[in-house]
T-cell receptor, first 115, second 111 residues
Framework: AQTVTQSQPEMSVQEAETVTLSCTYD???????LFWYKQPPSRQMILVIR??????QNATENRFSVNFQKAAKSFSLKISDSQLGDTAMYFC????????????FGKGTKLTVNP | ETGVTQSPTHLIKTRGQQVTLRCSSQ?????VSWYQQALGQGPQFIFQ???????GRGNFPPRFSGLQFPNYSSELNVNALELDDSALYLC??????????FGSGTRLTVV
């Protein structure tokens, strides 16, 4: 069974600075997808960034980028130029193609951006 | 383009009762998944429907059941509610895999 581990329950960062959230996962699959989702107080899960395991290049979306280390089964999220609106819960998630396309989530990291 | 909408937003039920939660998928999406998110935890997969058929289920008892309708809207039904069923229930829809749109959830409290 696939598992996703986020070892940082809470983190804080000053506005405009950079923060990195950690995620490790366990799977025997070779082809899969990894995601970072943001859940603000509004409760809606918002996709931040997605990485396909077969792509060696790390995904980037504006201020958000990942460090994907397939051999180490590590998938960290870097947020540059942190903004107050980045304050939220962040969940790392795993998905393997074929069958039901369920997402397996970690327990989340609560990020607070301080002014 | 209308996103995923869920109703109701909040609900309080008594232990032993039954509850139905509803989800309208994003326009054009034919796959819907339901997740349970307990307080302080990540979402846990309940089940998934594709074109009105269940095509995957997580580790939840049979008293959790669902339906998907021809217009791809969906229901989650929970019978014989227990206190541990108190959680945020999230619905997500997709047309193709790995591009899921989530609703804002229904907060269920069982007393």
């Amino acid at each position: 069974a696939q598992t996703v581990t986020q070892s940082q329950p809470e983190m804080s960062v000053q506005e405009a600075e950079t923060v990195t959230l950690s995620c490790t996962y366990d799977t025997s699959e070779n082809n899969y997808y990894l995601f970072w989702y943001k859940q603000p107080p509004s409760r809606q899960m918002i996709l931040v960034i997605r990485q396909e395991a077969y792509k060696q290049q790390n995904a980037t979306e504006n201020r958000f980028s990942v460090n994907f280390q397939k051999a180490a089964k590590s998938f960290s999220l870097k947020i540059s130029d942190s903004q107050l609106g980045d304050t939220a819960m962040y969940f790392c998630a795993f998905n393997s193609p074929g069958g039901s396309e369920k997402l397996v989530f970690g327990k989340g990291t609560k990020l607070t951006v301080n002014p | 383009e209308t996103g995923v909408t869920q109703s109701p937003t909040h609900l309080i039920k008594t232990r032993g009762q039954q509850v139905t939660l509803r989800c309208s998928s994003q326009s054009g999406h034919n796959t819907v998944s339901w997740y349970q998110q307990a307080l302080g935890q990540g979402p846990q997969f309940i089940f998934q429907y594709y074109r009105e058929e269940e095509n995957g289920r997580g580790n939840f008892p049979p008293r959790f059941s669902g339906l998907q309708f021809p217009n791809y809207s969906s229901e989650l039904n929970v019978n014989a509610l227990e206190l541990d069923d108190s959680a945020l229930y999230l619905c997500a829809s997709s047309l193709v895999g790995f591009a899921w749109s989530f609703g804002s959830g229904t907060r269920l409290t069982v007393v």
